[in-house]
């Protein structure tokens, strides 16, 4: 299937490693140029360099702390610019933290939510621009369903998220806009949290492998063709959508 990205351009938080990176390396692949962020410097510039030897176009990045407000906004800025412009913003960074204080409260918010609203306000006059513009941004089952393991800034912060890109998709699908929302279950990946917990707390993870249909967790690399199927031109008559990726584990109609 022709995803129809080739010269496109992308834009995706989080991406110096996980799924953000499995969802760069595979745009790439399909033609687009990348920019991408995460904190780490040394991250971000070994996955510039690998993502820079892929395919066709450039790839950029920074290092940003998207609790900063006006280092994301200059980060979205130089992004279109050095990009030339913007079809595809992806907001895949996320503030999880296990402390439940007002700290990881107000970290969660701002990595999930506000910094997902500065990047499309930023970049909202050149997506109108674009013949083909998509907003997605990674969710998570904690947006509609408790769990005891994740802090309880967690789920609310995805839910705001949500409606957000609700928001969007409504006020702005006549600017041929798209924005959805695409919630992951458990996903294993190299030196991800599932990895970590898969060697400290084994039986506790063969517990979760259990708990899905499919008796497995899924990988970067299945999620990241789910966004990029989503994002691209191939898709593009999905809008408002929330797309619940977790091979069955949610056991419920929604």
Known sequence: MDLELSGRKALITGASRGIGRYTA???????????????????????????????????????????DGDRTRAFVRDAIESL??????IHNASGFDL??????????FQVDMMAGVRAVEEALATLQASEEASITFIGSMASKFHFGRAPSSY??????????????????????????????????????????????NPKFYAGVEKSIP??????????????????SPAGRWINAAHIVADGGQVAAVD
């Open 84 to 89: 030339g412009g913007l079809d595809l913003l």
């Open 155 to 200: 789920g609310p912060a995805k839910a705001a998220m949500r409606t957000y890109a609700n928001e969007l998709a409504q006020s702005y699908g006549r600017d041929g806009i798209r924005a959805n929302v695409i919630s992951p279950g458990a996903v294993w990946f190299p030196g991800g949290g599932w990895d970590r917990r898969k060697r400290e």
């Open 99 to 108: 402390v439940g204080d007002e700290a990881g409260w107000e970290r969660s």
């Open 214 to 231: 499919l008796g497995r967790l899924g990988t970067g690399e299945e999620l990241a063709r789910i966004i990029a199927f989503v994002a």
């Open 25 to 67: 390396e595979l745009l790439r692949r399909e033609g687009c140029s990348v920019a991408i962020c995460a904190r780490d410097p040394a991250g971000v510039d070994d996955a510039v360099t690998a993502l820079d030897a892929i395919g066709d176009g450039r790839a950029f990045g920074w290092s940003v702390d998207l609790t």
